[in-house]
């Protein structure tokens, strides 16, 4: 049974500050890697989505890379700013389903 | 905006109410899902429909009864709740239910009372 594991829980950083956050699997056999953004109150945003032959995604500020063989993807931020203060969930879809890690929450200050 | 359009935003009822949430997608998708979010647990599937056919049903009780009338809507009919069901519910769609990206609403805060 895959289980998605974020470390660390919680984050605070000073605004410019370049980050990294962790997303671990247990199960390597997966489809692909998700990673979304959420909002206090708010759903889900889709960042970066990996499939399993690839090794990275890029947009913008946002590098995600991927390798199944060690059960880890980590999401890079670069620059970072107040505005991308949210709570960030990976996801590993695996067979026919999407399972979420419990997330990072992040807190960006000026 | 994400193309996907839950109602109501907020809902409060009594263990006895029946309610029902609704979502719209305007994404031509053929997938739909409805997920459970409470406070420190991961995201649960509840329910998928692809092409208006429920293609999953992950252990949800019967409490909870989903309708899916066509590919772009996508009903959760609430009755008789617990409290432990207090939740932010969330719709989401894409376009076919194999592993695609998901787009998700804004979702439904629950509290039952």
């Known amino acids: 049974k895959q289980e998605v594991t974020q470390i660390p829980a919680a984050l605070s950083v000073p605004e410019g500050e370049n980050l990294v956050l962790n997303c671990s699997f247990t199960?390597?056999?997966?489809?692909?890697l998700q990673w979304f953004r959420q909002d206090p109150g708010k759903g889900l945003t889709s960042l970066l989505l990996?499939?399993?032959?690839?090794r990275e995604q890029t947009s913008g500020r946002l590098n995600a890379s991927l390798d199944k063989s060690s059960g880890r993807s980590t999401l890079y931020i670069a620059a970072s700013q107040p505005g991308d203060s949210a709570t960030y969930l990976c996801?590993?879809?695996?067979?026919?389903?999407?399972?979420f890690g419990t997330g990072t929450r992040l807190q960006v200050f000026p | 905006e994400t193309g996907v359009t839950q109602t109501p935003r907020h809902l409060v009822m009594g263990m006895t109410n029946k309610k029902s949430l609704k979502c719209e997608q305007h994404?031509?998708?053929?997938?739909m899902y409805w997920y459970k979010q409470s406070a420190k647990k991961p995201l649960e599937l509840m329910f998928v429909?692809?092409?208006?056919?429920?293609?999953e049903n992950n252990s949800v009780p019967s409490r909870f009864s989903p309708e899916c009338p066509n590919s772009s809507h996508l009903f959760l009919h609430l009755h008789t709740l617990q409290p432990e069901d207090s939740a932010l519910y969330l719709c989401?769609?894409?376009?076919?239910?194999?592993?695609?990206?998901?787009?998700f609403g804004s979702g439904t805060q629950l509290s039952v009372l």
């Open positions: 989401a769609s894409s376009p076919r239910a194999q592993g695609e990206k998901l787009f």
């Open positions: 199960d390597s056999a997966i489809y692909n």
């Open positions: 990996i499939q399993s032959s690839q």
């Open positions: 996801a590993a879809y695996n067979t026919d389903k999407l399972i």
């Open positions: 994404l031509g998708h053929n997938a």
């Open positions: 429909y692809s092409l208006e056919e429920r293609v």
